[in-house]
Structures are given as structure tokens and as C-alpha cells.
């Protein structure tokens, strides 16, 4: 059965966890990263006095969602390590039931 990557990107608090677990898990190099957190904003929200700033987990060509873990029954290292728990790792069919419940929710399924 196909795995996937749920991010709920309400809670991503931008604080980098993700990407040290990733790092440390797959071993690579300074400048490499499997999931990378983007920073969009801040930027005042027009016609307001509101701002918004949001953080980004997307994963990159080197996710395989942890697949040595996995095999061995352990969560990818990006949703162990997540404080918020923004991220989760579950079947495409399931999760993609669950992306669906609510806006701001993103499904990811690494190729091969």
C-alpha cells in the first residue's frame, strides 16, 4: 500500500524541527534537506490592520518518507519529531479522506 505525507500547514510553527529530524535520519549533508520549511510573508492583509505569515513543509526529491523507518514500523522522522503534530504519515487512500475535511492541508506521495 502507497504511503503519503499529510501537512497541515494551520499548525507549522516554522520551527525547523522537521528538518533536522529529516537531516539527521537520512544523513545528508549541510544544504540538503528532504522536507524544507518556506517562509511566505509577513505581508500586511489589504484593507486591514492584519498580517499574515505562514510556514511551509514541502517536501523535496529526497523524501522517501523515511522508508528504512518505516520497514522497521516507525513514523518518518519529520512527524515523529513535530511538536504540532502538523505532519502525518498514512496510507494515500486514508489520507486523502482526511485532506479533504478541512482547507489548509496539503497530500504529498514520493514517487518510487
Known amino acids: 500500500m502507497a504511503k503519503a505525507l499529510m501537512i497541515d500547514y494551520e499548525y507549522c510553527t516554522g520551527c525547523h524541527t522537521c528538518e533536522v529530524a529529516c537531516r539527521k535520519s537520512l544523513g545528508l549533508d549541510s ?4 522536507i524544507r ?4 510573508g509577513p505581508r500586511q492583509i489589504e484593507g486591514t490592520k492584519k498580517w499574515e505569515l505562514n510556514y511551509l513543509p514541502v517536501p523535496t526529491s529526497l523524501c522517501d518518507l523515511c522508508a ?11 512527524a515523529h ?4 503534530h502538523c505532519l502525518v ?22 514517487l518510487a
Open 31 to 34: 544544504g540538503q534537506f528532504g
Open 37 to 40: 520549511i518556506l517562509k511566505d
Open 68 to 78: 528504512e523507518r518505516s520497514e522497521k514500523g516507525m513514523d518518518a522522522s519529520c
Open 81 to 84: 519529531h513535530c511538536p504540532t
Open 89 to 110: 504519515v498514512g496510507n494515500v487512500e486514508d489520507l486523502a479522506i482526511e485532506v479533504g475535511k478541512k482547507a489548509n492541508r496539503a497530500l504529498f506521495v514520493p
